[in-house]
């Protein structure tokens, strides 16, 4: 199955999203895909089916996003504690991944199409080498799909590190825990626990998700706004005390205008170096990404 399917709303589909778009409506949305294994019980049918099921539902729920004007979405795919599981669904979910980003590959025109950007968060060296080559491919064949850029030195040195924060975080089967995803991020967004398991999660689960986040905007864009602002007069205390401590022994500024100007020049400074060491960050991702894609085209 295609990562993007193609096709349109039906009807009342199309009257729901009409009506949520009119209220804010969340610009990232996470996913905890949750349930795969459940879903294959219930069905009586082979794990690594239900993980196929799981894939189908999230290009379904792709689409979805792409009409109701969700621009980024992130899904939690894999963690270290599945490589606890055992060696045959493993590698069944490695060879699922791999077929996955393969078909990915092929489908270059349709991403460039809808400006997809692929980006991978998490440790790839833990993955099989030809699936992070080819993972790497298809992060660097897209990277200039889109560009977002975030604010905070922490923020930018995390794997999510170009894009925003999401404003709503969704964990579907029931399960009522984050496991560690995304926890830094999160801790301004709505969150959302659902009953249903993931390959059963239909438009409409999506659209009570997001009346959540609806409900509770407001609330949680002041959270962020205060948020924002206490962390601004923070770095303005922590620019002030390095100024102090620096100038211990030789006297501080004359004056208020001094001392505000002294101020101004070591946030300056401090704002290039920091600016210095992302660009840095920044390449060496790059150029992780670039040359495993390189190994990829060579074998």
Not at 3 to 17: D, H, S
Not at 269 to 278: I, K, M
Request: charged share 25%; net charge negative.
């Amino acid at each position: 199955m295609s990562w993007i399917k193609e096709g349109e709303l039906n009807f009342l589909e199309r009257i729901a999203a009409n009506i949520l778009k009119a209220g804010p409506m969340p610009k990232h949305v996470a996913f905890i895909m949750d349930g795969n294994r459940r879903f294959a019980r219930k069905k009586n049918m082979d794990r690594q089916e239900g993980h196929t099921q799981g894939f189908n539902k999230l290009a379904e729920t792709l689409r979805w996003c792409k009409h109701l004007d969700i621009q980024e979405v992130t899904v939690y795919a894999f963690s270290i504690e599945n490589f606890k599981r055992t060696k045959d669904e493993v590698d069944g979910l490695m060879e699922l991944a791999k077929q996955k980003f393969l078909r990915l590959l092929e489908e270059m025109d349709n991403l460039k199409k809808h400006e997809v950007c692929i980006r991978v968060l998490g440790d790839l060296n833990m993955l099989p080498l030809d699936l992070q080559q080819i993972i790497a491919k298809a992060v660097v064949a897209t990277k200039h799909h889109n560009n977002d850029i975030s604010e905070l030195l922490l923020s930018e040195c995390l794997y999510s590190n170009n894009s925003p924060n999401p404003d709503l975080l969704i964990r579907t089967s029931g399960e009522v825990r984050l496991s560690d995803f995304l926890l830094w991020q999160t801790s301004h967004s709505c969150v959302v626990f659902q009953s249903v398991l993931w390959p059963e999660y239909t438009f409409w689960n999506l659209c009570e998700a997001i009346i959540q986040y609806q409900l509770n905007h407001k609330s949680i864009q002041k959270a962020r706004d205060l948020y924002q602002d206490q962390q601004v007069l923070q770095q303005l205390e922590a620019d002030r005390a390095c100024v102090a401590e620096l100038h211990q022994g030789n006297g501080k500024p004359s004056d208020s205008k001094q001392q505000q100007e002294a101020v101004q020049h070591y946030t300056a400074c401090r704002e290039e170096r920091v600016q210095d060491f992302l660009q840095e960050l920044k390449h060496k991702r790059d150029l992780f990404f670039t040359n495993l894609s390189s190994q990829a085209v060579s074998t």
